[in-house]
C-alpha cells in the first residue's frame, strides 16, 4: 500500500503545503492543473481519512514556489518546536512530487 493511504508517524504534529494561486511556479488549486494541485487533488482526501488529527495546512501566496513543510515534536509550541522538514516541489512532475512528499514524512 502506499505511505498515502496508511497513518502518518505518531511524531508527525502538522503538513504544510505552499503553493501559489497565480503564476507559472505553482498554478494552485484553481483551474490550472499544476503537478502539486494535481498531487493535492488526488491524496487529500485519502491523507485525511488516515490521519484525521493531524493538520493539514494549505497556503497559497502570489508567487511562493511549491513547497511541502512537515512538523514533528511536540504539541505544545511553548515547550518544544520539535523538528521541521522542508521540501522543494517546484517543477517536479506528480511522481517526484508523490515521493518528495512520502519522503518527508520520515
Avoid at 67 to 82: K, S, W
Wanted: proline content about 5%; charged content about 20%.
Amino acid at each position: 500500500a502506499s505511505a498515502l493511504s496508511k497513518a502518518f508517524p505518531a511524531a508527525l504534529k502538522e503538513v504544510r503545503l505552499h503553493l501559489s494561486p497565480v503564476g507559472s511556479l505553482s498554478a494552485g488549486l484553481g483551474a490550472c492543473t499544476t503537478d502539486t494541485s494535481q498531487f493535492l487533488q488526488s491524496n487529500y482526501a485519502t491523507i485525511k481519512q488516515h490521519n484525521p488529527s493531524v493538520p493539514f495546512l494549505i497556503r497559497e501566496a502570489n508567487d511562493t514556489p511549491a513547497r511541502v513543510f512537515t512538523r514533528f515534536g511536540a504539541c505544545h509550541l511553548l515547550t518544544e518546536r520539535g523538528i521541521e522538514k522542508r521540501a522543494e516541489l517546484d517543477g517536479l512532475d506528480l511522481n517526484e512530487v508523490t515521493k518528495k512528499f512520502t519522503d518527508i514524512l520520515s
